[in-house]
């Protein structure tokens, strides 16, 4: 069965530029500032949410520390290279699961697919195992 997502295509589109956000920062540690100024200019108000955006960025600037935490324990742990945009995608899945907005499962699912568009073909099994680690360990 395929899921019908069209109805949620400012959704979509609003999480795919946060995933370019934040792989922004990681890559540059560029400015929150910078970063909605940019994606306001190259996004209509009609493809994506403005406010969902901020907020959702301005969580990710105030937990970067701790994100940053998470995914450099795991790369010690595990002896593994975390891609940059794999990284970009757990932070996001992290931050949407403590906002207790959706689902868990909803916001597991947002990130395969995220890894899915942006990542290599394997990828969302790391970030799904990533996620669903940390949910074990902070339940």
């Given at each position: 069965?395929s ?6 295509k400012k959704e ?29 200019n190259?996004?209509?108000?009609k493809?994506?949410n ?16 701790s994100l ?6 795991a ?11 794999d990284?970009?995608?757990?932070w ?5 699961i403590?906002?207790?907005?959706l ?13 899915k568009?942006?990542?290599n ?5 790391f970030?799904?195992?990533k996620?669903d680690?940390?949910l074990k360990?902070n339940?």
């Open positions: 069965m899921k019908n997502l069209s109805k949620y979509l589109k609003t999480r795919e530029c946060l995933v370019q956000a934040i792989y922004q920062f990681i890559f540059q540690s560029t400015p929150m500032h910078f970063l909605i100024e940019q994606f306001l190259e996004n209509s108000s493809n994506i403005y406010e969902y955006f901020k907020e959702r960025l301005e969580h990710i600037y105030a937990q970067s520390n940053k935490k998470i995914t450099r324990n790369k010690n742990l595990e002896e593994e290279s975390i891609e940059m945009i990284e970009a995608i757990i996001l899945g992290i931050v949407e403590k906002a207790d907005n689902p868990q499962a909803v916001v597991i699912d947002e990130c395969i697919r995220l890894a568009k942006f990542s073909p394997n990828s969302f099994k970030i799904n195992a996620l680690g940390w360990e339940s």
